[in-house]
């Protein structure tokens, strides 16, 4: 489907912009003690401020009236799997935090931790946008993944709180064994980690906004709202990398197309998938005896 020229441009295209300023000085404030606060707090602040900002835009200027959150969707389907989310990334954290005191020094270590903080993020986001464009590829071909990947797939809105729809399984992958080798077995430091999941939550956060948001060239840099939609649109398999389109572009899988939206989101067969209203179904799919589906 074809864009029109944006209705409100300032929301357009300045959304983003103070989004990425305003988490800019946050990081620097804390990194560098000018804002008593621990990075967590830091960490919590900044997410809860760019679901706000972002929930606030796409309630004032939303995109598409059928991708809209409903009363049915939000309370109905995805409210028990933001409260799981919640529990998940709690416990996988704290295991993070475990098994790294057991096994690797506080504060950094080795090679990655000599080189500028800067550095050390960016080696970070690389591999842990490579780990998961690999896991996440292979939930789109293997039939026993895909069942617990395509609960995030089933909607066929997207809007900013639906997000966290997802599968414990892909939440564990992500949050802990993915979050593990890369934030604390690669010996990066406590900053250069803080910074990576900065910019990671910053981007998954904005990726599902029901808003035309425009940020140009820099969609070849960063995944964002204009091309994580490709990779809900039905029939579409493109864009898994989650926060750099690196990985996407060097292996062939990369859609940006400035101005168009998908025509349909969701499942190619909706009927082939537990409807994820239904969660305790949706949740015991992937260990179900019964006739493994295609995946998407
Ligand atoms: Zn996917
Ligand atoms: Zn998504």
Redesign the pocket.
């Known amino acids: 489907m074809e864009l029109d020229t944006p209705a409100r441009p300032g929301l357009t295209y300045g959304t983003y912009p103070l989004l990425a300023t305003a988490t800019a000085v946050v990081v620097w404030a804390a990194v560098t003690h000018r804002l008593p606060i621990s990075r967590d707090a830091a960490l919590a602040l900044l997410t809860v401020g760019t679901i706000v900002v972002a929930f606030t835009v796409e309630r004032v200027n939303p995109l598409l009236d059928r991708w809209r959150m409903t009363r049915d969707s939000f309370v109905g389907r995805d409210l028990p799997f933001i409260g799981l989310a919640f529990v998940v990334e709690q416990v996988a954290t704290m295991g993070v935090s475990l098994i790294a005191a057991r096994f690797v020094p506080d504060g950094g270590f080795g090679p990655l931790a000599e080189v500028p903080l800067l550095v050390q993020a960016l080696v970070v986001l690389l591999a842990l946008d490579l780990l998961w464009y690999a896991y ?1 590829r292979a ?2 071909a293997i039939p026993r993944l895909w069942r617990a ?1 395509g609960v ?2 089933a909607p066929s809105q997207l809007y900013v709180l639906m997000h966290p729809v997802f599968h414990p399984i892909d939440l564990l992958v992500s949050r802990f064994v993915i979050s593990l080798l890369v934030f604390r077995f690669s010996g990066a430091t406590p900053d250069a980690a803080f910074l990576a999941l900065v910019v990671l939550n910053l981007q998954q956060t904005i990726s599902h906004i029901n808003s035309d948001l425009r940020t140009g060239p820099l969609n070849y840099l960063l995944i964002g709202a204009e091309t994580h939609r490709w ?1 809900h649109g039905a029939g579409e398999r493109v864009n ?1 990398g989650s926060v750099l389109a690196v990985w996407d572009i060097a292996f062939r899988t990369f859609v940006y197309e400035p101005t168009r939206v998908p025509d349909q989101l969701g499942l190619d067969d909706p009927s082939s998938y537990p409807d994820p209203r239904r969660f305790h179904a949706t949740l015991a799919w992937p260990l179900r005896r019964a006739k493994v589906v295609s995946p998407r």
Do not use: F
């Open positions: 996440h939930a789109h990947h995030h797939h990779h898994y």
